[in-house]
């Protein structure tokens, strides 16, 4: 299985991002998508994961504005941020969970700035 990240860019604080990830090459069964990110210096954290039953959790930097969503259909993860922060600027990584294997995708890179 294979993880395609996209939808990251510049964004002046107080905006909004969508990233996408898709997963390709296998068949999932229960499985658990989320994003991570990792800013200059620091370590990677969890932003936001949602299991293949929808059901969802965030870091506490991320709730009120950012939401995790799914389309099992097309094995594909979402991350809606809103009411962007300087602090948000990191690459952020898809990761996949299922069947005992951790898939990590590309990172996509996210500035916050003006």
């Known amino acids: 299985v294979q993880l395609q990240a996209s939808g990251g860019g510049l964004v002046q604080p107080g905006g909004s991002l969508r990233l996408s990830c898709a997963a390709s090459?296998?068949?999932?069964?229960?499985?658990?998508m989320g994003w991570h990110r990792q800013a200059p210096g620091k370590q990677r954290e969890l932003v936001a994961s949602?299991?293949?039953?929808?059901?969802?959790n965030y870091a506490e930097s991320a709730k009120g504005r950012f939401t995790i969503s799914r389309d099992n259909d097309k094995n594909t993860v979402y991350l809606q941020m809103n009411s962007l922060k300087p602090e948000d600027t990191a690459i952020y990584y898809c990761?996949?969970?299922?069947?005992?294997?951790?898939?990590w995708g590309q990172g996509t890179q996210v500035t916050v700035s003006s």
């Open positions: 949602i299991t293949s039953i929808s059901r969802a």
């Open positions: 990761n996949l969970l299922y069947s005992g294997y951790n898939v």
């Open positions: 090459g296998g068949a999932l069964g229960f499985n658990v």
